[in-house]
Structures are given as structure tokens and as C-alpha cells.
């Protein structure tokens, strides 16, 4: 059973490899150790060369899967275009792409300097254009293959740029997932909520104030994604809570939800 096949993924054959960006923390390993362990090869990017590397070897080593390391800024043009050439080899056909790589700058738009706002934007807009425009191809002329753009339920409620920058990739899965058709390709947008990972401890976020309630592992996030993705949804929201929060900021007003995520925003981030 491949990761394309309505029962999630299983064994493979033939054999197939998915490319994760972000890939050795936090949901991007989470997917590497979930498609290495079902047999899928897998090249993992990241920028840490040393990080990436130890994470390759420790998967083929655990799973007896072939594994690249391809270390890459994606804040930088010489890095999404090392992923774009990986990508669009022949040679080497990559059958899934996760965009999963993305951060987070603390503090409301003004407080925080444009080159890091500017830098969020090109790895959560350009990159994701760039590398889905690099794969897609491919996947089109084998009628095989799929994307997962890592997004957020901040891309429901309108506050700051990195909510924005993720409605931007919903925006932009969903509308090329309806462009594709029937092709055989499939395209999701994976919406996650709080989930225990380094994200918050790099952008120097404190947590102590988000119940426990409201926390997903990783594994959860990527189990429940790849569920919905074998069964061709455009949008995956794990759990249930956020399933629910997701459905009502639908449904109400952008500026009713707008003064809530304000008002969350200014106890957020307390140590």
C-alpha cells in the first residue's frame, strides 16, 4: 500500500521518496520517521549541515531506507533553488513534497524588523510557490505524487503576518489542488495547532500560558495529516478541538475574530 492509497501508508511498492523541508525537528521529523519507517526514501532539508546529516544516517540506519541530506536556507534564493533543482531531476523523481519548514518572529507587526518579516514571507510563500512549481511536473507527467504544505489554524484568524502568510498557503493548496483535477496529483494544506515542538523556543516565545489541553505531539499532527491526505483531502486540521475552532472562525466575522486572537496575543508569550 502506498502513502497515496486510501488506507494512509503502509508497505510500498514500487519504491517512492518524499522530500521534507524542515525536516529534523519538531512535524518535519515527525514525517521523516512516519515515511522511513512505512519504506519510503526519503532527502531531508534543513540548514544545520551537521543536524541533517546525523538525522540521514540515524534513519537508514533504523529503517533500511535510502536518506539525502540537502542542507538549505529557504530564506534565501541560493537555497530554495537547491531544492528546486533536487526536485525537478529526472533522475531522481521525488513523489512527495511536505513544505513544512517555517518559523515565527515574537512581537506584533512594527516591533518586529522587516528583514525578519521579509525573511518569514520567503520562507512560507516564496519557497512553498517555488518548490511546489518545481515537483508539481514531474508528479503531472507520471500522474503520480502529491504536496503537503505545512500551514496553521492562525491562517483562520486574522492577526499579524505569520497568520497571514498561512492563509496564503491554504489559499494557494486548495486553488491548486482544484487546478490539478484528475491529473493523479493531490495537493493539502495541513493546519495544525499548538504542537510540541521547537517552534516556540526559537521565536523565544514563552508557552506557560496554553492549557495542556490545547497541545498535539508532532506525531499526532503527522499521523492524522496523512490520514486525511490518503483519503485526497485539500485540508487537514488534527484534533478535534481544532477541527471545531476552525469551523467556527469560518463562519464568523473577520473582525469579531480579529479582536479575540488581539486580546490572546497580548498574554501570549508569557514565561
Known amino acids: 500500500m502506498s502513502v497515496f ?49 546525523e538525522y540521514a544516517e540515524k534513519l537508514s540506519a533504523e529503517y533500511g531506507v535510502e536518506t539525502e541530506a540537502l542542507t538549505a536556507d529557504l530564506a534565501t534564493d541560493a537555497g530554495i533553488a ?10 531522481r523523481p521525488v513523489d512527495l513534497l511536505i513544505n513544512n519548514a517555517g518559523f515565527g518572529n515574537k512581537g506584533a507587526f512594527l516591533a518586529v524588523p522587516l528583514q525578519a518579516e521579509l525573511d518569514m514571507q520567503k520562507v512560507h510563500i516564496e519557497a512553498v510557490l517555488r ?28 492577526r ?19 487546478d490539478l483535477g484528475d491529473s493523479g496529483v493531490r495537493m493539502m494544506a495541513l493546519c495544525p495547532g499548538f504542537t510540541r ?7 523565544g516565545m514563552g508557552t506557560s500560558d496554553i492549557p495542556s489541553w490545547g497541545w498535539l505531539s508532532a506525531e499526532r499532527v503527522v499521523n492524522e495529516a496523512m490520514r486525511d491526505f490518503a483519503r485526497g483531502r485539500s485540508l487537514s486540521v488534527p484534533g478535534k478541538r481544532y477541527k ?28
Open 82 to 91: 537547491a531544492v528546486e533543482e533536487r526536485l525537478a531531476d529526472p533522475a
Open 197 to 203: 515542538t521547537e517552534f516556540h523556543q526559537r521565536a
Open 5 to 53: 492509497s486510501g488506507g494512509g501508508i503502509g508497505t510500498v511498492g514500487p519504491m517512492t521518496t518524499a522530500l521534507i523541508t524542515g525536516a529534523t525537528a519538531g512535524i518535519g521529523a515527525a514525517f521523516a520517521v512516519k515515511l522511513a519507517r512505512a519504506g519510503h526514501n526519503v532527502v531531508l532539508v534543513a540548514r544545520d549541515t551537521e543536524r541533517l546529516s
Open 244 to 271: 471545531a475552532a476552525v469551523a467556527v472562525a469560518r463562519l464568523l466575522p473577520s473582525g469579531a475574530l480579529g479582536g479575540v486572537s488581539s486580546k490572546a496575543a497580548r498574554t501570549y508569550g508569557k514565561e
Open 160 to 178: 499579524g503576518t505569520y497568520g497571514a502568510s498561512k492563509a496564503w498557503v491554504v489559499s494557494f493548496t486548495q486553488g491548486v489542488a482544484r
Open 131 to 158: 518548490l511546489t512549481a518545481a515537483a508539481l511536473p514531474g508528479m503531472r507527467e507520471r500522474r503520480l505524487g502529491g504536496v503537503v504544505n505545512v500551514a496553521s489554524v492562525a491562517a483562520f484568524l486574522p
